[in-house]
């Protein structure tokens, strides 16, 4: 985990536009809001899921920082005070506390196309390959994916939703982008046969709602210093949660379920999924 984790720093400080460079307030706050914290949990699931393919490095270097660029982005715009309105993040001021929201605002408008950008420029395979990977980072981050899931989670403030609805919000909001680091470091090397991609990508869903219930888990257990964020904000804002459908007892064993069904889903990999397997216990047993 530390050797990506650094690498993954050291890749997305050189393909972020330099600090001077101008405009350079606005690439000072996108570097801010990208460097410099995070677990970079879909960066290790990228590189993860091509050691199942055989994928070069390089490659999934450059689908890693793509990735989770979008997610910087994502974090910039939800933290705005018209959407989640938070001023702690990583540990750090928010962008749009550090900066100003104008800033902020441009700074997730910037990241995005930056992404693709990343997915466009470099030889990630063969031009099919290429393209589908440009279109299942497009599809995860979109409507009907994470700026969807967003939506929804906006729409249901003080409004119970049921279990269903609940994990259709996740799917999008926090599983798509989780889903689409998988299946593009999967796409960096050789192609598998249907049955094992099927697997794959079950083992991403299940990977991607174990994420969330852990999360929601987290924001009403652990202080604001431990998570970096503010913690109980979801609860104090009325917000739909695992816990506050399921209550916490119940939420921590659904926790269990989804580990043992995303450890499952990657059986028909034997060793070759050894970091999958144990990325997914680091997110079920995590602390922050």
Do not use: W
């Not at 962008?95 to 470099?122: K, W």
């Not at 980072?137 to 609940?166: C, T």
Request: hydrophobic share 45%.
């Amino acid at each position: 985990m530390q050797a990506v984790q650094s690498r993954m720093e050291t890749a997305l400080s050189r393909l972020l536009p330099s600090a001077d460079a101008i405009p350079a307030r606005l690439h000072q706050a996108m570097r801010y809001a990208t460097l410099g914290g995070g677990k970079r949990v879909r960066p290790l699931l990228a590189f993860a899921a091509g050691e199942i393919t055989g994928a070069p490095s390089e490659r999934l270097e450059i689908v890693a920082s793509a990735v989770e660029m979008i997610h910087a982005y994502s974090l910039v715009h939800d933290d705005l005070p018209c959407m989640d309105d938070d001023v702690l993040r990583r540990g750090r001021p928010t962008c749009h506390v550090e900066y100003d929201e104008p800033t902020a605002l441009l700074v997730g408008d910037s990241l995005q196309p930056l992404a693709f950008e990343l997915l466009t420029r470099t030889e990630l395979g063969n031009p099919a390959q290429q393209l589908e990977m440009v279109r299942l980072l497009a599809h995860a981050s979109g409507s009907l994916g994470m700026a969807g899931g967003q939506a929804i989670d906006l729409g249901a403030v003080g409004r119970p939703l049921d279990l269903p609805e609940l994990e259709l919000m996740h799917a999008l909001k926090t599983g798509a982008l989780i889903r689409a680091a998988v299946q593009l470091g999967s796409l960096c090397g050789n192609a598998l046969p249907d049955a094992e991609q099927a697997a794959l990508d079950r083992f991403a869903k299940r990977a991607g709602l174990l994420f969330q219930v852990v999360d929601d888990i987290l924001d009403c257990t652990a202080s604001t210093a431990t998570l970096g964020k503010t913690a109980g904000k979801d609860a104090a804002a009325d917000k739909p949660t695992y816990v506050a459908l399921m209550g916490l007892e119940r939420a921590r064993d659904f926790a269990d379920e989804l580990n043992a069904q995303a450890l499952d889903a990657l059986h028909v990999f034997g060793d070759r999924a050894q970091r999958l397997k144990e990325l997914t216990l680091f997110i079920t047993h995590r602390k922050f």
